[in-house]
């Protein structure tokens, strides 16, 4: 069975985190996030019960439960033994839930949460493009060989020196969270020479003149793309009609809000988050032209192409919409 899915000690935790998971009906919605400012349309979300008001318009109260997990392991667990509802993580992570998970549970993707670029940064003044890595870097990265960062690296190795090359610089990547990356970058007494980071952590490693930027996730996808993705399984979304489009509808109403008022977007966010960071930071984040709060998927597919060319993924997707749920179809997605 694929690491993804093991863990014993993760499924008991689970129990004791959420219980046993009883049968879902209509009118209940559990749902996980991460940390961090791509989370911010949930954020909203929760911060205005947008889920709760959308499900009175269908006749619906709707209980919301909502959870923090740190990880796309333990978010999937969680997902796939019926504790969660809907989950989130990057882009690669989703589409590898999709793919392992066809003809069993089919998990699809609800909706995206933004695009945001993730930054590979280094300390080294040797290091001006991922050529310029050697066997003496160190790479820290969230989740080392398979989250988003990692993936993004794999595909540009591959455009770089070929597909059979992909995982040149796996054996120099290490996991390590993103607060304690922008540490050991910063001060520059650790082994770590490079960090593929995201924000707000690449906006305040960039303040220092130690560091610069050598690769932008931007950059491999040839534009703007999608970050986290929220998806479900297709019991929840079959069973659920009501509570799902309750869910569905909330999200395209966050995105309003936040567009409309990205200064007051950042204010839910400190609050939400209970976050310590300057507020002229994240209004400097929510307000960059780079990051867009959009439930539109934005290059996806450049992941579930790439990544079924390199034998990542087994399956091969038509188009976007072979991994998202129908009601996602009307929005501009790619």
């Known amino acids: 069975m694929n690491a993804l899915f093991k863990g014993i000690g993760i499924v008991a935790a689970f129990g004791l985190l959420f219980g046993t998971a ?30 709760e008001k959308h499900g009175k318009e269908q006749g619906l109260d709707i209980k919301v439960d909502w959870h923090s997990i740190s990880g796309a392991t333990a978010m999937n667990e969680a997902l796939l033994t019926g504790a969660l509802d809907v989950a989130s993580a990057g882009v690669p992570p989703a589409l590898t839930v999709w793919d392992r998970t066809r003809g069993k549970q089919n998990v699809k993707a609800v909706a995206a949460l933004g695009s945001m670029p993730n ?74 020479t490079a960090h593929f980071s995201s924000p707000p952590f690449q906006y305040q490693a960039l303040e220092h003149p130690n560091i610069h ?39 395209a109403e966050a ?22 960071l ?9 307000n960059d032209p780079e990051n867009d709060f959009t439930i539109a998927p934005q290059k996806t597919f450049v ?22 749920f129908p009601e996602a179809y009307a929005l501009p997605g790619s």
Do not use: C, M
């Open 22 to 51: 009883p049968a879902r009906a209509e009118g209940t919605i559990s749902i996980a996030q991460q940390f961090g400012i791509g989370y911010l349309i949930l954020d909203v979300v929760r911060d205005q019960k947008l889920i």
């Open 119 to 192: 930054y590979l940064l280094s300390n080294n003044p040797a290091v001006k493009s991922v050529r310029d890595l050697t066997d003496k870097d160190r790479i820290a990265v969230p989740a080392a060989g398979v989250g988003f960062q990692s993936r993004t690296l794999q595909i540009e190795t591959a455009r770089l020196y070929g597909n059979a090359e992909y995982k040149k610089f796996d054996n120099i990547t290490l996991s390590l969270p993103h607060p304690d990356a922008t540490s050991a970058l910063i001060s520059g007494g650790a082994e770590i």
């Open 213 to 251: 930027k050598i690769l932008s996730s931007y950059d491999v996808l040839g534009g703007k793309g999608s970050f986290n993705l929220l998806y479900a399984t297709e019991k929840f979304h079959d069973e659920n009609p009501k509570t799902y489009r309750a869910f569905f509808d909330a999200l």
């Open 255 to 276: 995105e309003q809000i936040i567009k409309a008022d990205k200064n007051a977007a950042a204010k839910t966010y400190i609050r939400v988050e209970q976050s310590h």
């Open 278 to 286: 300057p507020l002229e930071l994240i209004e400097k984040i929510v």
């Open 303 to 324: 992941y579930a192409e790439k990544l079924h060319e390199l034998g990542i993924l087994k399956n091969s997707a038509g188009s976007w919409k072979d991994y998202f």
